[in-house]
């Protein structure tokens, strides 16, 4: 089975945590893309752990994790997260994490080229990209420009460091037009030192791994960071990541572009929550807004921004599932709506009058106002709830309608950020 996990909405939905429960059923969990701007946080009962790079499978003793060619690697970043982790009592060894050797590096310089552009932007225009300033935008540049470096070349340092004077000289041009003091290669060959040569023993041709264990049966499962509308391709451009986001793409950025997906889910939050900028239809703002950031506990697990929220976008939802080609649906933190006594929904949008109901392209998106229905909520606790037969009817009603609204069957329905607070719905 070749299971892809991704997000419906504009990320944070918790798949980290959804990720963390079914990966009990899997032997192999991969991340495809995206890099150290990703925050999955999960909770289990060796206690409450934030991951970046790593795939949400490292928590579990007996899966293998895989880190594809589609990520960017921050090498610092990734030897502290492992660090974290080892003092958290999680083992890391080559057996259970392997890298592939066609990963790219995101190096300290990537790192400098986000904030100096973000600051640009932000003294130029007034508007910044929201970027989570970790070089990913930078380093998916280099890997298109075919100048970047890859995991791959932490196994054969002497022509590692051939190719990096030339690299540093074309990379200090944009570094200096931007008034900033140029790198120097001496810097970044003791940067492969410290943080390149303690990986290398990860890396491997994760496309090889992963054929074998298909053929030999195994359940492989790919996470996806973020979400269908932070999509580089089909999300709301610019405010986007960098990279796909997509399930369509999880075959292709793990490593195995041979192999066929067998099903997609795709993990929805019961509300909408956004982090960054860029246009966000449904919402929220002032009390209103404070009320749901505060039940929703919505503050970035990267960065700690709080996260712009609104009510359930039925418009961005269904391009969602339709963009992740999703099968079935997990839907996340319904114990949030708990304190409503009516529970709003953005069931459209509107322009100069006219109804939209299908994700437009982002410049008319700005434009767009949203519409919002009200229902019924069930003003009562639901984080004990294991059952269907223990939720409220007004609960049910909700999850009903929403599987309606978006043409979706929802699977399972989470009530809680820990490992068994979740419904099975079928
Ligand atoms: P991800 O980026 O999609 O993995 O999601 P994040 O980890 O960034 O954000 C989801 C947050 O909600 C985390 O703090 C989770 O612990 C928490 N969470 C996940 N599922 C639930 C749920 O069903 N209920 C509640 N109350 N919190 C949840
Ligand atoms: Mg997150």
Same mark, same amino acid.
């Given at each position: 089975?070749?299971? $892809?996990?991704?997000?419906? =909405?504009?990320?944070? %939905?918790?798949?980290?945590?959804?990720?963390?429960?079914? $990966?009990?059923? !899997?032997?192999?969990?991969?991340?495809?893309?995206?890099?150290?701007?990703?925050?999955?946080?999960?909770?289990? %009962?060796?206690?409450? !752990?934030?991951? =970046?790079?790593?795939?949400?499978?490292?928590?579990?003793?007996?899966? /293998?994790?895989?880190?594809?060619?589609?990520?960017?690697?921050?090498?610092?970043?990734?030897?502290? %997260?492992? +660090?974290?982790?080892? +003092?958290?009592?999680?083992?890391?060894?080559?057996a259970n994490l392997k890298i592939s050797d066609k990963a790219i590096i995101t190096m300290p310089y990537n790192v400098l080229q986000d904030i100096m552009e973000e600051d640009r932007l932000t003294k130029a225009t007034g508007k910044p990209y929201g970027s989570t300033r970790r070089g990913i935008a930078p380093v998916y540049a280099d890997k298109y420009m075919k100048k970047a470096f890859r995991m791959g070349e932490l196994l054969n340092t002497e022509l590692l460091y051939k190719r990096l004077p030339d690299i540093i000289a074309w990379k200090n041009m944009t570094i200096k037009a931007y008034g900033f003091e140029p790198v120097k290669v001496e810097e970044m060959v003791e940067y492969f030192e410290t943080y390149g040569k303690p990986l290398a023993e990860y890396v491997t041709d994760t496309g090889i791994?992963? =054929? %074998? &264990? =298909?053929?030999?049966?195994?359940?492989?499962? !790919? +996470?996806?960071?973020?979400? &269908?509308?932070?999509?580089?391709?089909?999300?709301? /451009?610019?405010?986007? $990541?960098?990279?796909?986001?997509?399930? &369509?793409? &999880?075959?292709?950025?793990?490593?195995?572009p041979n192999l066929k997906l067998t099903n997609s889910i795709g993990i929805m939050k019961a509300y909408s929550s956004c982090v960054g900028a860029g246009p966000f239809t449904c919402e929220y703002f002032d009390e209103k807004a404070e009320k749901l950031r505060g039940l929703g506990g919505e503050y970035g697990a990267a960065t700690g921004r709080p996260r712009r929220v609104g009510? !359930?976008?039925?418009?961005?939802?269904?391009?969602?599932?339709?963009?992740?080609?999703?099968?079935?649906i997990a839907l996340t933190k319904l114990d949030v709506l708990s304190e409503y006594e009516e529970i709003e929904i953005c069931t459209h949008y509107t322009l100069d009058g006219k109804i939209i109901d299908e994700f437009p392209f982002t410049d008319v998106l700005d434009e767009c106002k949203p519409v919002f229905e009200k229902v019924k909520g069930w003003n009562c606790d639901i984080s004990k709830c294991r059952t269907v037969k223990d939720l409220p009817k007004e609960a049910y009603d909700y999850i009903k309608l929403l599987e309606k609204l978006c043409n979706c069957k929802i699977k399972y329905v989470s009530v809680g950020a820990e490992r068994d607070a979740y419904i099975k719905m079928y």
């Open positions: 089975m070749l299971t $892809s996990i991704c997000g419906i =909405n504009w990320g944070d %939905e918790g798949k980290g945590r959804m990720v963390d429960l079914l $990966s009990r059923d !899997f032997d192999v969990v991969c991340r495809y893309q995206g890099g150290n701007n990703a925050g999955h946080t999960v909770i289990n %009962e060796r206690g409450r !752990f934030i991951l =970046n790079l790593l795939p949400s499978g490292i928590l579990r003793e007996d899966v /293998v994790n895989v880190m594809g060619p589609g990520m960017v690697i921050d090498l610092k970043h990734l030897c502290g %997260e492992i +660090e974290k982790l080892r +003092e958290g009592g999680i083992k890391i060894s080559p791994y992963l =054929n %074998e &264990a =298909n053929k030999n049966g195994k359940n492989i499962m !790919f +996470e996806a960071q973020l979400g &269908a509308l932070r999509d580089i391709d089909y999300g709301i /451009v610019p405010y986007t $990541s960098s990279s796909s986001t997509i399930a &369509a793409y &999880a075959p292709i950025g793990a490593g195995v009510p !359930f976008d039925v418009v961005a939802s269904r391009y969602g599932i339709r963009c992740q080609g999703a099968d079935e």
